[in-house]
């Protein structure tokens, strides 16, 4: 499986994003998904999540209102749409199935985690 992140960029306060991400691989349709974010300094978190058919999603507060996280299964495609964007939200954006998918390395397995894509937003 492979996770592409991309549409980040530099926004200033109160600008919008539109962030995609594109999977490889035939079990992306069937996975809950989430978009995650990671600022400097600070722990990965998940900030929004759909289902695997999209009927169900879920913010976490701080972005209620402002983020919009939908999926496209037929082009194995996500997205965050970003809008009234903070400076708070800057960060590294990574996709991932929730919970993350897991590769097995030497000696176990361990999460996967693509390259993400990085939102900065200035004041």
């Known amino acids: 499986v492979q996770l592409v992140e991309y549409g980040g960029g530099l926004v200033q306060a109160g600008g919008s994003l539109r962030l995609s991400c594109a999977a490889s691989g035939s079990t992306f349709s069937t996975n809950p998904m989430g978009w995650y974010r990671q600022a400097p300094g600070k722990q990965r978190e998940l900030v929004a999540s759909?289902?695997?058919?999209?009927?169900?999603?879920h913010y976490i507060d701080s972005v209620k209102g402002r983020f919009t996280i939908s999926r496209d299964n037929a082009k194995n495609t996500m997205y965050l749409q970003m809008n009234s964007l903070k400076p708070e939200d800057t960060a590294v954006y990574y996709c991932?199935?929730?919970?993350?998918?897991?590769?097995?390395?030497?000696?176990?397995?361990?999460?996967?985690w693509g390259q993400g894509t990085q939102v900065t937003v200035s004041s």
């Open positions: 759909i289902t695997s058919r999209g009927g169900s999603t």
């Open positions: 991932n199935a929730v919970p993350p998918l897991r590769v097995t390395v030497r000696g176990g397995t361990t999460d996967y």
